[in-house]
């Protein structure tokens, strides 16, 4: 059996052999996105705008194509190129470097650390989408049907105007038939349940503190994951989708409530 050693070098995983040279071939190279964060979103493009396609688990590694720009991986997943976050929140890279028999038989991190002996290491199996994710993707997809559309207070029009907790209470009743206050204080104190801000998901409402409420019950939005909230106002003064990291939005975060159980 060959004899591996796992070492960190700058931040990646390298799985080198302890004594190469009792091995004819050739060392080969791979390069995976690693996510360290639940339910990552993969999109069918480097832009939030676009599809989202499905969601990789804590600990998942695909096999990287490219680094699109700063903000997008380019990676491979059941078949296809699709894109990944590049926040170091979400994900990291991985490097595996392996030094074996074949110089043509590619290798994944899984045949890398299993004995010479067992079989090629098969690519994951499809996973069943949680009903809550699907009632998610609803709410983020009816959201972004009025991205652009001007904030204008007490108003809860589609394509007309929004004031931040009407177009909240708008799109879940839209999505899924949930109906509840439009009022970003009821919101706050009585819809769905508390849930902790370590561990929001999509779909879950967003409270912020305003000089006027700094329990949150001043300002609502939509978490669609990866950092982002989706959300009307908020001194853009239409519905627009922010990141919360480095922005008023992630430091003024209060407070969350989960509607979709």
């Given at each position: 059996m060959r004899n591996l050693k796992l070492s960190l070098i700058t931040g990646a995983l390298t799985v080198a052999a302890i004594t190469p040279t009792a091995f004819a071939g050739t060392t080969q190279?791979?390069?995976f996105v690693e996510t360290n964060?639940?339910?990552?979103?993969?999109?069918s493009a480097a832009s939030l705008k676009s599809p989202i396609l499905g969601r990789l688990l804590i600990g998942d590694?695909?096999?990287l194509v490219a680094?699109?720009?700063?903000y997008w991986y380019e990676i491979k997943w059941?078949?296809?190129d699709v894109y990944i976050t590049t926040d170091s929140f979400y994900t990291h890279l991985v490097t595996v470097t392996t030094t074996g028999t074949s110089p043509t038989q590619p290798v994944s991190p899984t045949a890398a650390s299993a004995p010479a002996s067992s079989s090629p290491a098969t690519s994951p199996a499809p996973t069943t989408t949680p009903s809550w994710q699907v009632e998610a993707d609803k709410v983020i997809a009816t959201a972004k049907t009025q991205l652009n559309v001007p904030y204008l207070w007490g108003k809860q029009e589609p394509g007309v105007g929004f004031d931040?907790?009407?177009?909240?209470a708008w799109t879940f009743r839209t999505a899924l038939g949930i109906r509840f206050s439009g009022s970003s204080v009821t919101q706050?104190?009585?819809?769905g349940t508390p849930v902790a801000l370590s561990d929001i998901r999509e779909g879950d409402l967003l409270f912020f503190a305003t000089a006027n409420n700094p329990t949150g019950g001043g300002h609502v939005g939509i978490y669609m994951g990866n950092?982002?909230?989706i959300q009307e106002g908020g001194g853009w003064g239409k519905v627009t989708i922010e990141p919360l990291r480095g922005t008023w939005l992630g430091r003024n975060l209060v407070f969350a409530r989960r509607v979709i159980q």
């Open positions: 190279v791979h390069n964060h639940g339910w990552v979103s993969y999109h590694k695909a096999p680094k699109a720009n700063a059941n078949g296809k931040c907790s009407n177009f909240t706050r104190n009585s819809v950092g982002m909230v």
